[in-house]
């Protein structure tokens, strides 16, 4: 709203005007224009690709259904399209890149047409999902750490915002290759506050949202993302997988999700987590 993201605090102010009825008056105009193909050609004019790849891509029956095929093949990829009809009910899987039940068909896909990866999007398009040549999932912190190498090399001891659920082997490495490694809070709206504050050049959580400052607006956008993964693994001669086995990795899980009944249980789970912890450590 008005070049910001709106969180915590605000957010609620936001809402109790909602639910007071607390709105302002006024006359404006609305107009219907047509952006996708100046959106598509926009990331033509700054990703260019040495050599066609082979990708695989689900939608999920999401948003990206209508423009993410086109703008691949628009790039010079060869597209293998799996659920890309717009359908709010999510016939085939839910759009949550994020978990791997979501990622079973997608998989098979890629494994079964020998594609050289496949891009998992969420429902609106602003989270990424990657697989490898072989079928393994790529997390959003092994990308951030090809994506930071990338960007280093062009920028030496730009920023790099990463969320606190990414594995220290990130900000080791953005270090390592000359950057400066800057934690955030988990969510999204945190990220994008911290990229403004910081004047980072990328950012990215692992739950997928990955923001391209440098050469693009600092916003979550996973098409681009897709389109910067792409023309990084068309300049080698190595496959998907072989370029992820050069980088650092650890073994972790997915995210875990655990539900509580009533709003702030979880803040006195975690306290009590901690005391045990400092029971065990101590």
């Known amino acids: 709203m008005a070049g910001e993201t709106l969180s915590g605090e605000r957010i609620q102010e936001l809402y109790q005007r909602i639910k007071n009825n607390d709105f302002n008056s ?23 690709l040495d050599k066609p790849l082979n990708i695989v891509v689900d939608c999920g ?38 978990k791997l039940h979501n990622l079973v068909d997608i998989i098979k896909e890629v494994k079964d047409t020998g594609a050289d990866m496949g891009f998992a999007f969420d429902g609106d398009g602003d989270r990424l ?3 490898d040549n072989k079928g393994n999932v790529i997390w959003a912190d092994r ?20 969320d606190v659920k990414c594995s220290s082997l990130l900000p080791k490495d953005i270090v390592e290759h ?23 050049a ?6 997928g949202h990955i923001f391209f400052k440098e050469r693009w607006y600092g916003f979550d956008d996973a098409l681009y993302t897709g389109a910067r ?16 086995a050069d980088l650092p990795d650890s073994i972790n899980t997915p995210e875990i999700n655990i539900h509580f009944d009533e709003q702030g249980q979880q ?5 009590k987590l901690a005391q045990n912890v400092l029971s065990i450590a101590f």
């Open 267 to 271: 803040f006195d789970a975690m306290d």
């Open 143 to 162: 990308q951030m750490i090809l994506y930071s190498r990338d960007i280093l090399s062009r920028n030496p001891g730009a920023k790099i915002v990463f």
């Open 229 to 244: 993964l792409l023309e990084i693994l068309s300049k080698t001669n190595k496959t998907c997988e072989q370029v992820f």
């Open 61 to 98: 029956n999401g948003v990206a259904g209508n423009i993410a095929p086109k703008l691949f093949e628009q790039l010079g990829a060869n597209v293998t399209k799996l659920f890309c009809l717009i359908d709010g009910s999510f016939p085939n899987h839910h759009p949550d890149p994020s």
């Open 178 to 200: 000359g950057g400066e490694a800057i934690m955030s809070r988990t969510g999204h709206s945190f990220i994008k506050a911290k990229l403004k504050e910081t004047g980072a």
């Open 202 to 207: 990328l950012g990215g959580e692992m739950s």
């Open 129 to 131: 999902g990657l697989i």
């Open 26 to 48: 006024g006359h404006g105009t609305s107009t219907k224009v047509d952006i996708e193909q100046d959106y598509i050609d926009h990331i033509k004019s700054d990703i260019k």
